[in-house]
């Protein structure tokens, strides 16, 4: 039948690395704490820091910000619209505005803190690719957040415009009116 212990073949086990078994926490504390021991690993690092920070791709984060104001369904509306006890009557498109507005700040979040690490190319990029994936959003899709909210993507990409003058930002002006023809007069006060 299968021989004895001896002579039967197995194959080797395969350990699982413990490194990429860790959370996102654990690696941020297990690099804390090598650059606390080892510091001269600090430029190194440092270095590599700089180039992730530096690159990013504007058709990624379009299709990042799509996705996610396109993720919620209007269910989700029946917990955020309606009475709430200490904050009275939350209208269906003011409660849509709420949880589309927390899918998007984490890459206007992002945006400002390359802008103040002086990292303006990647700045530029996430701000040209937040609005394209605004403009992707611009007609609400039936059964989506958006469609309680016909006008957030315009309006969010307005505030943005005027949150980038505010960082620095200069936003490539022709290439965001060819790409964005419907939204010509919210570009005109792009500066080219």
């Not at 993507?153 to 790409?179: F, M, N, S, W, Y």
Request: aromatic share 4%; glycine share 8%; proline share 5%.
């Amino acid at each position: 039948m299968g021989g004895s212990l001896a002579t039967r073949r197995t194959a080797p086990r395969v350990r699982a690395s413990v490194l990429t078994s860790l959370t996102l926490t654990e690696k941020g504390e297990l690099l804390d704490q090598l650059l606390t021991t080892q510091p001269e690993l600090c430029e190194q690092v440092e270095e590599l820091a700089r180039l992730r920070l530096t690159v990013e791709n504007r058709d990624t984060i379009a299709s990042g910000v799509e996705s996610a104001l396109n993720c919620h369904d209007i269910v989700e509306l029946s917990s955020h619209a309606g009475y709430h006890p200490g904050r009275g009557y939350i209208h269906p498109g003011e409660a849509a505005d709420e949880i589309l507005d927390g899918d998007l700040q984490p890459f206007l979040d992002d945006l400002a803190r390359r802008a103040k690490l002086g990292f303006t190319a990647a700045a530029t990029e996430i701000a040209a690719g937040v609005l394209y994936g605004l403009y992707a959003c611009r007609e609400a899709n039936s059964e989506t957040l958006l469609e309680y909210t016909p006008d957030y993507a315009i309006e969010r990409a307005g505030h943005l415009i005027d949150h980038c003058a505010k960082l620095g930002v200069t936003l490539p002006a022709d290439g965001l009116r060819d790409q964005m023809p419907e939204w010509a007069r919210l570009l005109h006060n792009v500066p080219r």
